[in-house]
């Protein structure tokens, strides 16, 4: 019903920039909840940031001033900018998307940080 494909991770240097990119095949309305999740290794999956509803933004406390969420309707893509990383950011970022009460993930990419 719904796919989802995360693209735009890699190797960076401290400092630098990402722009992570999630395709979306299917309808999501711009009232669902749908963003970024990362998941550090050996760890659970946490929210980074997501719409939660019209325009309104959900931060999680490590992405707040760093992390914008984007997203263009008429491309059905979603957007991570990720500015200043650093190498705690280490991390499979995933998007995720509610729909009806179904939750639907992609299958995450992976962003790496050098020290």
Do not use: H
């Not at 711009?30 to 719409?51: I, K, M, N, T």
């Not at 990383?85 to 992609?106: E, M, S």
């Amino acid at each position: 019903q719904v796919q989802l494909v995360e693209s735009g991770g890699g190797l960076v240097q401290p400092g630098g920039s990402l722009r992570l990119s999630c395709a979306v095949t299917g309808t999501i309305s711009s009232l669902d909840v749908v963003g970024w999740y990362r998941q550090l290794p050996g760890a659970r999956r946490e929210l980074a940031v997501a719409f939660t509803g019209g325009d309104d933004i959900a931060y999680a406390d490590f992405a707040k001033g760093r992390f914008t969420i984007s997203r263009d309707k008429a491309k059905n893509t979603l957007y991570l900018q990720m500015v200043n990383l650093k190498p705690v950011d280490t991390a499979a970022y995933f998007c995720g998307a509610n729909v009806g009460g179904v939750t639907y993930w992609g299958q995450g990419t992976q962003v790496t940080v050098s020290s």
